[in-house]
């Protein structure tokens, strides 16, 4: 009797709460196209709540059934493929709002410093930043909530919520002995999927595209108005972009091609995934030379883009090779409020090339970057031991021009892993604030710097150090600026000296 309960009970949790039995769910127009697959479905099944029941019976300690049943079905998902994967209410949230474009939030960009959640950057005229909270803030705790050692993807959705509720934020300020408090109501903000773009050489913008949501394609074309008269040149970074909306990375390829080039075309289980997408002439057509920067972090919807715009000759690829997710996502709400995030197909390149990496285990480490392989990617971020230039059977989209540089020296590495620049810039603001405003990068401040660095029990040299003055003055420069409130000039002085940038603008001239 327990047992029969149970399974029941088990056939509603495991297909997530009825979509798949008896909802409509994809599995149930496989599992009732005829009885056998039915009654194999009810043994399956069956088995599966016998070792749950068994479980709850013997195990040596008492375990919650609903938490097993959801893991295992995570579990289950990723043996599947590395993307696959089932997202519990509020993270389901999180990317609605991410896909709208929008969130209720205060506005506030966090990085981790020696444990401790810091203010990295605030959104000009957000809730954070006309409540006065200041680059180099620590954040101690929201709502009673100590914040050190939280998951920063936590403290992100502790800061969001719903527009026009309060959040009280405890922080601590380099300089001041007392903690401040603060209530600050949470406003609604745009998730920029271009956060610049901006005039880098005359006639040539440079545009970062970090995602895909459902308004790409409005800033798209809204940021590039006021550029339009002069436009001749169009640089569009695409590194560390992991994707988002199939539509909206189709809809920028749209603006970029000629009418009826193939844009992508794909392949699955059901018509809904099988289609091939051309350019139309809905939109108006951008053309000047384009030149499109990738990594090896650059995935999905932004390698969806860098493959049409290669494949159809209209502008040149530079950097690296790309991730190497060939596959489509399709997100299928539940009735549970959870979220099934699905394979349900394949795509492919105008000439037809799947660039999905074929070694699943390789591209499980590459979605979750450990620490070492971290700090790999940020001495060698130049280099790439997986790829070569020509290898579509290794996956991902190969740039047609490929950047090799050297790698960048230890304690640099751990200098900007550690965020040990900004670390020493906020003492340094808060010691020396006229002299930091001032922007002059004398030998006593760089010396600071360095015995900065002895006293984090950094290794380096004089000789390395002075070898590697032009990057340390670079970096400094721009979290002086970041801590003035200034985070696109910060940027933008580390892109006038990126060697993918530098590359990028010197690429224009042989798309021309």
């Excluded at 008896?22 to 599995?27: I, P």
């Amino acid at each position: 009797m327990f047992l029969g309960k149970l399974f029941w009970q088990l056939s509603i949790i495991f297909f997530l709460f009825g979509n798949i039995i008896s909802g409509n769910g994809l599995v149930e127009q496989k599992a009732m196209a005829g009885s056998k697959e039915n009654e194999k479905l009810k043994s399956d099944l069956k088995r599966y709540a016998e070792i749950i029941s068994t479980l709850d019976t013997h195990y040596a300690d008492s375990i919650d059934i609903n938490e097993v049943v959801i893991q295992s079905i995570k579990r289950m998902l990723t043996s599947l493929d590395p993307f696959s994967s089932l997202q519990d209410g509020e993270a389901f949230r999180d990317f609605q709002f991410f896909q709208s474009g929008m969130y209720a939030g205060i506005g506030a960009n966090l990085i981790e410093i020696e444990g401790e959640r810091v203010v990295h950057s605030t959104i000009p005229g957000s809730p954070a930043s006309e409540a006065g909270i200041l680059p180099g803030d620590i954040i101690f705790a929201i709502d009673d909530l100590p914040l050190r050692g939280l998951p920063l993807p936590k403290v992100k959705q502790l800061f969001h919520g719903v527009k026009g509720s309060s959040i009280r934020i405890i922080l601590k300020r380099f300089g001041l002995t007392n903690p401040l408090e603060l209530n600050i109501s949470r406003e609604l903000l745009p998730e920029l999927s271009i956060p610049l773009c901006f005039q880098l050489k005359p006639t040539v913008i440079y545009l970062k595209l970090v995602s895909f949501s459902d308004v790409t394609q409005m800033e798209f074309d809204e940021c590039l108005v006021p550029h339009l008269p002069y436009l001749n040149g169009l640089i569009i970074d695409l590194r560390d972009n992991v994707g988002g909306s199939l539509k909206s990375g189709i809809q920028v390829a749209d603006r970029l091609l000629d009418i009826n080039d193939l844009i992508m075309t794909t392949q699955g289980d059901s018509s809904n995934t099988s289609n091939e997408y051309y350019a139309t002439t809905d939109v108006k057509k951008l053309d000047v030379p384009v030149v499109v920067i990738i990594n090896n972090k650059t995935a999905s919807a932004a390698e969806i883009l860098a493959g049409a715009i290669k494949d159809n000759r209209k502008g040149l690829i530079v950097g690296q090779n790309s991730f190497g997710k060939g596959l489509i996502q399709t997100v299928l709400p539940l009735k549970s409020g959870h979220a099934l995030f699905l394979t349900t197909g394949k795509w492919f390149t105008p000439l037809g090339i799947n660039v999905k990496h074929n070694n699943m285990e390789f591209l499980r480490k590459r979605i979750f970057f450990s620490e070492e392989e971290n700090r790999y990617y940020a001495a060698n971020p130049f280099k790439d031991l997986f790829f070569n230039n020509s290898g579509v059977d290794k996956g991902g989209i190969s740039p047609d021009i490929y950047l090799k540089t050297r790698a960048l020296s230890p304690f640099l590495v751990t200098a900007i892993l550690d965020h040990l620049f900004f670390n020493f810039s906020r003492e340094f603001w808060f010691k020396y604030r006229k002299l930091a405003e001032s922007g002059k990068l004398d030998e006593a401040l760089v010396s600071e710097f360095f015995e900065f660095l002895k006293s984090k029990k950094i290794n380096v040299s004089i000789e390395e150090f002075k070898k590697n003055i032009d990057y340390i003055k670079l970096f400094i420069q721009s979290n002086l600026l970041l801590m003035a409130g200034k985070s696109i000039e910060a940027y933008i002085v580390l892109l006038k000296n990126d060697p993918y940038v530098l590359l990028a603008i010197d690429s224009l001239k042989q798309t021309k």
